[in-house]
């Protein structure tokens, strides 16, 4: 038998063993960030209990004013009505003090709760492999963030308030029924038969439709966040209208759920009214045949009446705290998920320090798959000495891209090792292997902040004068300077005052400020226009010199600067040698280069 789940934004069928595997991960996950509140839950207990027994004396109180009191007053004795009239007070204003510091003190639990679990998500992801980021959507680790921590949130600050008030309230609320007027409670006793029912009918229904809230709700924002990231694929493929339609029928989905999850609500608040009202009407009239009988007193029956009307008051607290749980739960499922994670790329257990990397790197039969169906590259060997600059040039998935993840350790060999000076790159300490290679993609990210503590990324210790070295160094000096503010401009979200190819400069800048011993070029001057490109060309003949470069470009003319070409197919080298020898031959490469030429012309 198997139990629906919900892992990301897609449905599973979990097996039972599955469904407690998850159920005991999410609640070691909340001990654990409850562990270091042991003392304030302590308190928070303490102050929850007196808070609670000092609002369930009140109708007790009020019995013993009207049993006791009004006979004694009728004698000129007040005192008996004083003392009920001042315990009610009195409890009332202990009771709504301890309310409030009770309120405080779960507001702070809640609050130190959400940081320590904002803090471990962001974190932990950001430990995690390339692997994993490349796999898991950016919309779905935007969901983690911030609707899955906000429905804890709301259970942490208002449903678990409702839970822990709301059954000592109607615990307490019970014994007290049963110590004034034990026929009451049996009443009350055989009412909870068809409350138990109506609550088991709500929970199984109300789990599945607040799971599937939570499936469509996560939709949302992975569409709208997938959306607004490739709006200028949008714009340039006209992909509104289908846009249009598929948010349509998700926001369609999202409203039909919550719209049954109304339903569902309609259904169960008036039926919990009718359980309450016709057990407190037959408290009422089996209590009136009593007093009748002078079996029973008066303050007693109206104590028994109200308490049993109280007892029903948290029962719709209760209802919507099952909402808030079910989100919640669902929503630590999937932050325990991720939490769960284990990176694919692990931190070396005893790391091996390398203060000065010379660049010797050397692929020993490596064999690298992303699955078992997808081998990239099949026993692979190859050997670039320090100091030497190599060009991979290939066609769309001959494994270029998978060499230089291999050779930065995005990404682990399945077999075999990539070595740098001899040392496994499994076994290199992580600081020793970032400042030792450093990767220039495509992409060129820019981070907010201003174009020079962009540029001094990879060096934040680096000065001014460093700074404005480097980006001269690449060409970017005259463009920088161009800016309103200098290099103490602020690139905007994600380099928006700038263009890509001037992304690409200070993305240059950055890696060269960085002085590494190897540095990989993946399609790094793409964004680059002609003067731009020859400008950088310049600058690699000088930087490069000493230090070992792999270069991947389909642009020829970036190759020229490369002390070898190596051809790649299907992960393997076809082609190995200098650029003007295998120019002059007639091999792969030789074509390639003819092709080039001839597009020129």
Known sequence: MSVVGVQGEERHEYTKAESRHIRRRSLRLLGSLLSPMRPTLALTIVVVLISTAGQVAGPAIIAYGIDRGLPALLEQDWFPLAFAGGAYLLTGLVGGFLIAWYIRLSARISQAVLIDLRKRVFLHTQKLSLEFHESYTSGRIISRQTSDLDSIRELLDSGVNALV?????????????????????????????????????????????????????AKLIVHFVETMTGIRAVKAFRKERRNERDFAGVVEDYRDVNAKVVGLFGTYEPGLMLIGNTTIAAVLLFGAFRVVDESLAIGALLAAV????????????????????????????????????????????????????????????????????????????????AGQTI???????????????????????????????????????????RRAIVMVTQEA?????????????????????????????????????????????????????????QRQLISFARAFLANPAVLILDEATSSLDIPSERLVQEALQTLLADRTAVIIAHRLSTVAIADRVLVMEHGRIVEDGAPAELIGGTGRFAKLHAAWRDSLV
């Open 165 to 217: 008030q709301g059954l000592l309230y109607m615990g307490m609320t019970a014994v007290m029924l049963v110590v004034m007027d034990p026929v009451s409670g049996l009443i009350l006793a055989v009412a909870l038969v068809p409350l138990f029912m109506l609550t088991r009918w709500f929970q199984v229904r109300s789990q599945v439709l607040f799971r599937r809230s939570r499936v469509v709700s």
């Open 306 to 385: 109200l308490y049993t009307r109280r007892f029903f008051d948290p029962m719709e607290d209760l209802a919507m705290f099952y909402n808030s749980y079910q989100s919640a739960a669902s929503a630590l499922e999937k932050i325990s998920g991720v939490l769960e994670e284990e990176p694919s790329v692990p931190d070396p257990v005893k790391p091996v320090d390398l203060w000065k990397a010379e660049g010797h790197v050397r692929f020993d039969d490596v064999e690298f798959a992303y699955t078992p169906e997808r081998v990239i590259l099949p026993h692979f060997d190859l050997d670039i000495p």
């Open 391 to 433: 060009a991979l040039v290939g066609s769309t998935g001959a494994g270029k891209s998978t060499l230089a993840k291999l050779i930065s350790r995005f990404y682990d060999p399945s077999d075999g090792r990539v070595t740098l000076d001899g040392v496994d790159l499994r076994d290199l300490h992580p600081k020793d292997l």
């Open 445 to 501: 990210y820019l981070f907010s902040g201003t174009v020079a503590d962009n540029i001094a990324l990879g060096r934040p210790d680096a000065s001014f004068d460093e700074i404005v070295a480097a980006a001269k160094a690449v060409g970017a000096h005259a463009f920088i300077e161009s800016l309103p503010n200098g290099y103490d401009t602020d690139v905007n979200k994600r380099g928006g005052r700038v263009s890509a190819g």
